[in-house]
């Protein structure tokens, strides 16, 4: 195992969450028309990602509201991101193009409410890319176990390994 | 409208301090319309503020409502429950909104959420700018429709002063001077006899400076 | 004669007058004020007490303006709109009267974003043409702006600035018709560096029939080194310096830079000599007082005449 670097970093983060037992709890808001179609293939073809990662279908990442976010963190989550379709291939025209500036509304607001605004994301993706949803669930996992539990989770029960969906 | 901003976190933060049940009022008003203090906006700083507190180890309980706006008794009455309940009540309403709260429940601590800052109008998507300041005289009919009082720094009423730079006004560079396009909509309008009088003195009086204001209709008296 | 100040029998006599400039200091150190005093002595016909200039605290003009009157100067008083209302500048102008201040030039005033107090609250009661309006009904109708009578004299030559130069360009001239039929007795105009510019801006007064209604002095600010040039260009409205100034600067390298400045400050003035209506100059060297001398006698103007 390699102790320097990027990969180096997460490695060591995975191993010490092993030992820890920190399971990191993400939320993920995906579009039904991309992210969650992608995911499904992803599932579909038997590819593992993070369990870690606990999907919510929205018909489209537009949807997907602020406080949606700010909810997900104030209930415990350790992490959220937010996945939708790439630019132009919106189902609904523009609802990605709406989600994305208040993602980064939201990172301000949790970064005044004492998170740290790396805990929320927003990725794009299409339906067809079902390797790079388990990219994306493992990234953020990874860097989610890097920055610990969220400071707004004291008192939350650790979720036992349940393994990932196989 | 009369435009209002939040007001930092950390202010907001040490003003509910102490209480432990905070009732989070938003207006269905002007806060509404610039998108800072109306229900949507209410519920976000409800969630920030159970964000932190989580991480504090605070307790607190928050109560959401919003009314139609808080400048009004007869809306304030539909929150009376939840007023009365709250050992404080955050109020997302600009200034007079929180004035009112005051008088209508003077037993009842107001804590003001915002910052009310101008008279407004919405000139594209998310922006709002200022364009009335409430003189009581007004002059938009010398000007055009222009108000050098709302939009030159220095209230010139016989303008420009030599502080324009390429049509932007001393104060910024994102700051038009107004008097350029005073004179430009006058001279496009045909107006520019206007330009040549000299503007008297202005009665700031009805501006204000001559203490609070009152506006009463004799027709709606009861 | 509406005050008999010395600039005001200059003027009234034909001659060619010459103002300066002097900053008060930034504090209540009175030796500042007689050691620029001493460079500026038979150097000018009146000098330009400044008041509070790019809202800097500084000592108040009047208080300044007194200073220099006991160090054998004339003032010429400037009083701004940002900082006091009409009542307070009418209170001014009594007491500058009083104590022998004889020139007042009014102007808005540079916004206090710019200087050391940027939190306070401005003023701008009056913008300065409804202010040179008012010390002209003081001093011809002996009343004051809200009606009661004057006591005693108040003897005032009245100046204004002027920014020809000033974008929107068409409407500046159209403005300095407003300052005169305010009542201003004399102009001192923002720095003048392309002549040729303010020749035409003065011709179209002149169509407007102003040069006869009013004292223009154009104002002359001698150039230091490139940088000061650049820093013109760049950042004070209405100031436009040509390209071949800057790169006679250049040229002349940084040590002869500032003799250049001065050269070229000497040429202008010749220059502006020649343009008709041009009463006389206003040299406002900041900081530099020590060299208007050299700027006022290198354009053949000492030494200065006496006034009857």
């Known amino acids: 195992m390699a102790s320097h670097g990027i990969e180096g970093d997460e490695a060591v983060a995975a191993s010490s969450a092993k030992v820890t037992g920190f399971r990191p709890r993400i939320v993920a808001f995906c579009c039904h028309y991309c992210a969650y179609t992608a995911a499904d293939l992803a599932g579909a073809a038997r590819l593992e990602y993070s369990p870690s990662v606990e999907i919510v279908r929205v018909p489209c990442t537009g949807k997907a509201d602020v406080i949606h976010i700010l909810e997900a963190f104030a209930a415990g989550a350790d992490g959220v991101f937010v996945a939708g379709c790439l630019d132009g291939d919106c189902h609904f025209i523009n609802g990605n193009l709406r989600a994305k500036p208040r993602v980064a509304l939201a990172k301000k607001l949790i970064a005044e409410a004492g998170l740290e605004p790396e805990r929320l994301e927003m990725f794009q993706l299409s339906a067809a890319e079902g390797d790079r949803f388990r990219q994306i669930a493992d990234e953020m996992t990874r860097r989610i176990e890097k920055l610990g539990p969220s400071p707004a989770a004291k008192g939350r029960a650790k979720r036992t390994d349940t393994g990932a969906s196989k | ?222 | 004669m509406k005050a008999g100040s010395n600039l005001e029998k200059i003027l009234s006599a034909g001659h060619f007058a010459v103002t300066a400039e002097l900053g008060p200091p930034k504090g209540t150190d009175v030796e500042t004020i007689r050691k620029k005093a001493k460079f500026l002595a038979g150097v000018a016909d009146a000098v330009n007490i400044t008041d509070n200039q790019t809202a800097v605290v500084r000592m108040s003009s009047i208080a300044a303006a007194r200073v220099a009157i006991d160090c054998g100067l004339e003032p010429v008083m400037q009083m701004v709109c940002r900082d006091r209302n009409r009542i307070a500048m009418q209170s001014d102008l009594f007491g500058a009267s009083a104590l022998g201040i004889r020139n007042c030039l009014f102007i808005a005033g540079d916004h206090q974003k710019a200087g050391n107090h940027p939190q306070a609250k401005n003023v701008y009661d009056v913008d300065s043409i409804q202010a040179i309006a008012m010390a002209k009904h003081m001093r011809d109708e002996k009343k004051v702006l809200g009606g009661d009578e004057i006591e005693g004299e108040f003897p005032l030559y009245i100046g204004a600035a002027w920014t020809p130069l000033g974008d929107p360009l068409e409407i500046r001239p159209l403005r300095l018709a407003k300052k005169v039929a305010a009542g201003a007795d004399f102009i001192q105009t923002q720095a003048v560096y392309d002549v040729d510019a303010f020749a035409g801006q003065m011709k179209v007064a002149g169509d407007l029939g102003l040069l006869d209604k009013v004292k223009i002095l154009a104002g002359v600010i001698p150039l230091k080194a490139v940088g000061m040039a650049r820093y013109m260009q760049k950042n004070v409205p209405g100031v436009t310096v040509p390209e071949p100034l800057v790169e006679r600067l250049k040229a002349a390298g940084k040590e002869k830079a500032a003799a250049e400045g001065i050269k070229i400050a000497v040429e202008i003035i010749q220059k502006l000599r020649e343009i008709p209506g041009v009463a006389g100059v206003h040299i406002m060297a900041i900081e530099w007082e020590h060299k208007v001398k050299d700027v006022v006698s290198g354009a053949g103007l000492l030494p200065r005449p006496t006034a009857q």
């Open chain 2, 1 to 222: 409208m009369i435009v209002a901003e939040r007001k930092p976190y950390d202010e907001i933060r040490s003003l509910i301090g102490p209480y432990k049940k905070v009732l989070v009022f938003g207006c269905g008003g002007c806060v509404t319309v610039c998108a800072t203090g109306g229900e949507k906006e209410a519920e976000v700083l409800a969630g920030q503020l159970r964000i932190t507190d989580a991480k504090e180890g605070v307790a607190r309980e928050y109560v959401l409502k919003t009314v139609e706006r808080q400048c009004e008794r007869e809306f304030l009455k539909e929150a009376q429950a939840e007023i009365e309940a709250a050992d404080a009540v955050l109020s997302l309403a600009c200034g007079a909104g929180v004035n009112l709260l005051s008088e209508a429940y003077p037993a009842k601590l107001s804590l003001p959420a915002m910052n009310t800052t101008f008279l407004g109008a919405n000139d594209s998507p998310g922006a709002w700018v200022e364009r009335c300041r409430g003189c009581g005289d007004c002059v938009l009919h010398l000007t055009g429709g222009i108000c050098p009082v709302a939009r030159c720094a220095k209230n010139i009423l016989n303008g420009p002063c030599g502080g324009t730079h390429d049509g932007k006004c001393e104060v910024g560079e994102d700051v038009d001077c107004v008097w350029s396009l005073i004179v430009k909509r006058l001279q496009a309008l045909g107006q520019m006899e206007r330009y040549r009088e000299i503007v008297a003195p202005k009665d700031w009086r009805p501006g204000g400076h001559g203490g609070p204001r009152k506006m009463v209709k004799e027709d709606l008296k009861v």
